[in-house]
Every structure is written in C-alpha cells, then in structure tokens.
C-alpha cells in the first residue's frame, strides 16, 4: 500500500496547492490506490522525519513497501509514472525524453519565478521592500510565462497527442500563477490549464486535499510547537 503524506491544514491561498496534489493526481491517473497520513508542523520539522523521510522538513513524501521513501513532487510524480508505463511515453522514446525534459523546465526554470513573486505577496511583512520588490518579481515571473506560452505554440498537449506529465506539471505550477493573477495577458495559456485540470484525476486530487484541510484549523497544525532554529 503507497501512503502519502499531505498537511493536516493550510492557509486558504495554499489550499488545492499544496503539493501533495502533485502526487495524487498521477496515483489517480495511472489507478493506483493510496492513502493519506496527514502531519502537523512539529512532526514535519522533527529530527526524525527529516532524518527518514524528507531532509527539509517538508512535504510530499510517497511511503511504499518493499521501498524507500521517496520525496520531491516531481521525482515522485516522475517515478509513478515510469513505474505505471503512463502519461510519460514509452521506455526510451523521444517522447519520454521530452516529458521529462518539460517537467524539469516547469520545476527548474518556471516554478521559481512564481515562487519568488508568491514570497513577496504572501510572506513579506516589510511594506517598503515589498513595494519595491513586487514590480520586479511580477516582470521577471511573466516574462517567462509568455516564454513557455510561446513555447506551447498552440497545442493541445505539451509532448505528442496525449496526455503526459508534463501536462501535469505546467497545469499545477500555474496554479501559482493563476492565484498571483499572472495569467491575465495570457489567455489560451490559461484556457488550456483550465482543460487540464478538468481531468478526473485531478479534480479528484484538488477535491480530496481541500476536503481534508477544511476539516481542520491552524491549531491543529501545532505551528507553536515548532522548535525555534537557533538565534
Ligand atoms: N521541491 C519540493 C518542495 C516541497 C515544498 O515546498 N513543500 C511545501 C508544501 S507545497 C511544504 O512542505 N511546506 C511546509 C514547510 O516548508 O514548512 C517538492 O516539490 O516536493
């Protein structure tokens, strides 16, 4: 049996993006069942998760007998999808090469970009700095977006004519990009991840998540008994 591991609550611009969605989308795509153990703070940023589980104190980790654990959402999402033989073309093909390579692009050289624009609107309290950095961010983050838009060109799937991973992928990242309202210039880019994400498999996954975290509060995730790190 897979177990995933997914947080017990998180803020409302967070819920049905928390990565863990990631993961159970792809267990639903290529039908393999799971189940979820849902974690608080202080045991993700425990000695003992970071040293079995996720060095980081972070999460998606996929747990499955007979298997190390296994963290990073895209090498999970990845992994089941080679293991499965779905959504990822066959072993070897230029196909694969090329799902691979778009699910490395959407981590590596689009995901930061978001992130950097979501740090300031969510996580900055300096009003000043915040003012001065958001211009930027924003420019930098579209700026790619048109990039990858471009770089579509107009087809419906991202490698071939199926669906693959790094459908999946790019219509989760922007996911970001959506709540940052970073598509707004880009209107077919956002049409097409509104098609992707109509999948079963996600809506599924989206569903799931949110069900969970509405059913618990910010207490429950314990945030202050988190040991502080030291000064
Ligand atoms: N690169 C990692 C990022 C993991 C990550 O940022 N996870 C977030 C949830 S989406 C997390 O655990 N946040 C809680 C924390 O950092 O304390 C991945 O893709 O799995």
């Known amino acids: 049996m897979i177990t995933l591991t997914a947080m017990k609550w998180a803020p409302p611009f967070a819920a049905g993006q928390v990565r863990d969605h990631r993961v159970r989308w792809i267990l639903n795509e290529v039908d393999w069942s799971y189940r979820v153990r849902l974690v608080d703070a202080p045991t993700m940023k425990s000695a003992g998760y970071r040293h079995s589980l996720q060095p980081f104190g972070q ?3 996929l747990e499955e007998e007979g298997r190390p654990p296994m963290f990073e959402s895209g090498a999970i999402v990845l992994d089941v999808a080679m293991r499965a033989g779905r959504c990822i073309g066959g072993e070897g093909t230029p196909e694969r090469a090329a799902a691979i390579q778009w699910v490395i692009a959407g981590l590596n050289s ?3 970009f978001l992130f950097n624009v979501a740090e300031v609107e969510y996580f900055m309290d300096d009003d000043a700095v915040k003012d001065a950095r958001k211009p930027v961010v924003r420019a930098l983050a579209k700026e790619r977006l048109a990039a990858l838009e471009k770089a579509r060109d107009g087809r419906d ?3 071939g004519n199926t669906f693959t991973v790094a459908d999946l992928m790019f219509a989760s ?5 959506r709540g940052l309202d970073l598509l707004g210039d880009l209107p077919a880019l956002a049409a097409w991840q509104q098609e992707i994400l109509a999948r079963p498999a996600h809506v599924k996954a989206e569903t799931d998540q949110r069900a ?4 618990h509060s910010p207490a429950d995730m314990r945030y202050d008994q988190v040991p502080k790190p030291p000064a």
Do not use: Q
């Open 173 to 177: 990242i922007l996911k970001v990009a």
């Open 59 to 61: 999460l998606p980790v």
């Open 110 to 112: 689009i995901e930061p």
């Open 212 to 215: 969970e975290i509405a059913r």
């Open 157 to 159: 799937w991202w490698v």
